[in-house]
């Protein structure tokens, strides 16, 4: 009897056991079914019980620095008619033409149908929303990209950001039908549209009219790039690459020649006398920038004659004068003078030959370094200190050496993401500690030492109206040729004013026999306009 009543006793305790069990997972289901009813009830009715009208997708928005969108800043007013006489006697007060006839046609079907109309009206059987999308503009097309007909990011920003800008919601209109699928009426439809998601996005470094200028300046390059940068934070400003295409009409671009989706701002090439100040910094900060030498228009390497520009030669030159006359002797002898290992550690320092991540998902080409035990032939070395041989850089990698020289001899990693938008929240984009090349006394040298480029040089043709400024030319030998005359690379770089400057600008051109004005003359209009727009 005892074994009895204790069977009875673990049999009832379990059982209480098992019951509260079933009971926590039946609460737990029904839980779960009413988050799933609240949370989504709206697309559930509207799914079983209403006619649907899809207006557009949603996205995120891509900023300029002072939240003016790039991205949708086409504002279009969209209208939603229902086949009812007082809303066609509304629709054709304020359609008219091809446009009213289109729509009367399609109300036959007896369906509510869309159409984009410059006003709004209060009717019955009409309702109106805003919708944003892209404009035709093609500004900064390479850097923000485009998407595809599912509405996400193909390239540029619009690729590397998809996860933040994506959006599966939709604006679209709901009527309210019958289980048969008829239109209920008197009832007025619902319009969803979720300002919200357009809200939040990407706010890049670009300013938009300083991106403008260089749109407008670009233009006078058939193949290249224009780089317009913040001289001491190295944010991008505006970056502009030739040819260029339409983000709305990709298609009609694909198979172009020169290839216009190819962003030039970042992809790497022949270098030339840009790179000299690099060496000009090795130099002085090894303390051997008192160095002269004599120009007589070529000089003899191991066996054979590697020539100057100027084949009279420039006679006696000190660092400042060679580069301002861009004597390529001068920097042959310059360089064995300081050594290999002391040039290439610049470079290295100043990132060449490696891949700048401008923003997350983006990097600029590697280019390309020399080996370093390539230069301990002085030949190569020679090619090395004046831009040429191995040596290939985008123009995006050339601000690191030109900021460094306009700010402090120190330099950010150049970047175009200022940071994202998130239900009203803002993350910083984090670019990272500043990597110093040289002195603050190297650095104001320099400055000077560029300054006479424009002034007393090469670079007469750069030199603003409106603004001190300073910089380098170059004309970059590709050893490729056109009609048998060889192609070459023109590049300019500097930055304005010339005593403290705010802007570094890099021009870059593919083929020098193929544009409007010189690069030098860009960077002059450059400077002018953006003067001019700090007046105005």
Same mark, same amino acid.
């Given at each position: 009897m005892?074994?009895?009543?204790?069977?009875?006793?673990?049999? #009832?305790?379990?059982?209480?056991?098992?019951?509260?069990?079933?009971?926590?997972?039946? $609460?737990?289901?029904?839980?779960?079914?009413?988050?799933?009813?609240?949370?989504?009830?709206?697309?559930?009715?509207?799914?079983?019980?209403?006619?649907?009208?899809?207006?557009?997708?949603?996205?995120? *928005?891509?900023?300029?620095?002072?939240?003016?969108?790039?991205?949708?800043? %086409?504002?279009? +007013? @969209?209208?939603?008619?229902?086949?009812?006489?007082?809303?066609v +006697?509304?629709?054709?007060?304020?359609?008219?033409?091809?446009?009213?006839q289109?729509?009367?046609?399609?109300?036959?079907s007896?369906?509510?149908?869309?159409?984009?109309?410059?006003?709004?009206i209060?009717?019955?059987?009409?309702?109106?929303?805003?919708?944003?999308?892209?404009?035709d503009?093609?500004?900064?097309?390479?850097? @923000?990209?485009?998407?595809?007909?599912?509405?996400?990011g193909v390239?540029?920003?619009?690729?590397?950001?998809?996860?933040?800008?994506?959006?599966?919601?939709?604006?679209?209109?709901?009527?309210?039908?019958?289980?048969?699928?008829?239109?209920?009426?008197?009832?007025?439809?619902?319009v969803?549209?979720?300002?919200?998601?357009?809200?939040?996005?990407?706010?890049?470094?670009?300013?938009?009219?300083?991106?403008?200028?260089?749109?407008?300046?670009?233009?006078?390059?058939?193949?290249?790039?224009?780089?317009?940068?913040?001289?001491?934070?190295?944010?991008?400003?505006? *970056?502009?690459s030739?040819?260029n295409?339409?983000?709305?009409?990709?298609?009609?671009?694909?198979?172009?020649?020169?290839?216009? $989706?190819?962003?030039?701002?970042?992809? =790497?090439?022949? %270098? &030339?006398?840009?790179?000299?100040?690099?060496?000009?910094?090795?130099?002085?900060?090894?303390?051997?920038?008192?160095?002269?030498?004599?120009? *007589?228009?070529?000089?003899? @390497?191991?066996?054979r004659?590697?020539?100057?520009? !100027?084949?009279?030669?420039?006679?006696?030159?000190?660092?400042?004068?060679?580069?301002?006359?861009?004597?390529? *002797?001068?920097?042959?002898?310059?360089?064995?003078h300081?050594?290999?290992?002391?040039?290439?550690?610049?470079?290295k320092?100043?990132?060449?030959?490696? #891949?700048?991540?401008?923003?997350?998902? @983006?990097?600029?080409?590697?280019?390309?370094?020399?080996?370093?035990?390539?230069?301990?032939?002085?030949?190569?070395? =020679?090619?090395?200190?004046?831009?040429?041989?191995?040596?290939?850089?985008?123009?995006?990698?050339?601000?690191?050496? /030109?900021?460094?020289?306009?700010?402090?001899?120190?330099? /950010?990693i150049?970047?175009?993401?200022?940071?994202?938008?998130?239900? &009203?929240?803002?993350?910083? /984009?984090?670019?990272?500690?500043?990597?110093?090349?040289?002195?603050?006394?190297?650095?104001?040298?320099?400055?000077?030492?560029?300054?006479t %480029?424009?002034?007393?040089?090469?670079?007469?043709?750069? !030199?603003?109206?409106?603004?001190?400024?300073?910089?380098?030319?170059?004309?970059?030998?590709?050893?490729?040729?056109?009609?048998?005359?060889?192609?070459?690379?023109?590049w300019?770089?500097?930055?304005?004013?010339?005593?403290?400057?705010?802007y570094?600008?890099?021009?870059?051109?593919?083929n020098?026999?193929?544009?409007? $004005?010189?690069?030098?003359?860009?960077?002059?209009?450059?400077?002018?306009?953006?003067s $001019?727009?700090?007046?105005?």
């Amino acid at each position: 009897m005892f074994e009895n009543a204790l069977f009875w006793k673990v049999f #009832s305790r379990r059982s209480l056991i098992s019951f509260f069990i079933i009971m926590l997972m039946f $609460l737990s289901c029904i839980l779960r079914v009413a988050v799933i009813a609240s949370s989504d009830y709206e697309s559930v009715r509207v799914s079983q019980n209403s006619y649907k009208l899809k207006i557009s997708d949603l996205r995120g *928005t891509v900023f300029d620095r002072n939240l003016v969108p790039l991205t949708n800043n %086409v504002k279009r +007013t @969209i209208a939603a008619v229902s086949p009812t006489p007082r809303a066609v +006697t509304g629709i054709s007060s304020i359609l008219e033409g091809e446009k009213l006839q289109d729509v009367l046609n399609r109300l036959k079907s007896g369906k509510p149908v869309l159409c984009e109309t410059d006003k709004k009206i209060e009717c019955d059987g009409i309702v109106f929303t805003d919708i944003y999308s892209n404009s035709d503009s093609s500004l900064a097309a390479h850097l @923000i990209g485009y998407t595809d007909t599912d509405s996400k990011g193909v390239s540029g920003i619009e690729a590397a950001y998809n996860s933040l800008l994506y959006s599966e919601k939709q604006a679209y209109v709901s009527y309210e039908t019958s289980a048969a699928g008829d239109m209920l009426k008197g009832l007025e439809p619902t319009v969803f549209n979720d300002s919200s998601i357009r809200a939040g996005g990407v706010v890049t470094t670009l300013d938009v009219n300083i991106q403008s200028l260089a749109e407008e300046a670009a233009d006078n390059i058939e193949s290249g790039a224009v780089v317009i940068a913040d001289a001491k934070s190295c944010e991008i400003l505006a *970056t502009a690459s030739r040819p260029n295409f339409s983000p709305l009409n990709v298609a009609d671009f694909l198979n172009q020649k020169n290839s216009p $989706l190819l962003n030039r701002a970042i992809n =790497a090439y022949n %270098v &030339g006398s840009v790179f000299k100040p690099c060496v000009a910094i090795a130099g002085m900060e090894n303390k051997k920038g008192s160095f002269i030498y004599r120009c *007589t228009g070529s000089c003899e @390497i191991i066996d054979r004659f590697f020539k100057c520009h !100027k084949s009279s030669g420039h006679g006696y030159m000190n660092l400042c004068s060679g580069l301002a006359q861009s004597c390529n *002797t001068f920097f042959y002898k310059f360089s064995f003078h300081i050594g290999a290992d002391a040039v290439y550690n610049t470079a290295k320092t100043l990132k060449f030959g490696s #891949s700048i991540q401008i923003c997350d998902g @983006i990097s600029t080409a590697k280019g390309n370094l020399p080996q370093k035990e390539s230069l301990s032939n002085i030949a190569y070395l =020679a090619n090395f200190s004046i831009g040429q041989g191995e040596l290939l850089l985008s123009p995006i990698s050339m601000l690191t050496l /030109y900021c460094s020289i306009a700010s402090d001899g120190a330099y /950010y990693i150049p970047s175009v993401v200022k940071g994202t938008l998130e239900n &009203g929240s803002f993350k910083e /984009y984090d670019k990272g500690n500043r990597t110093r090349v040289m002195s603050e006394k190297t650095a104001q040298k320099l400055r000077e030492y560029l300054a006479t %480029v424009l002034t007393e040089g090469t670079g007469s043709n750069a !030199k603003p109206k409106t603004v001190s400024a300073a910089g380098k030319t170059a004309t970059a030998q590709t050893g490729r040729y056109e009609n048998k005359t060889e192609i070459c690379q023109s590049w300019f770089c500097g930055f304005f004013p010339a005593e403290n400057p705010e802007y570094t600008v890099i021009v870059f051109s593919e083929n020098s026999s193929h544009q409007k $004005l010189s690069c030098a003359q860009i960077f002059a209009s450059i400077a002018d306009n953006i003067s $001019l727009l700090q007046v105005s």
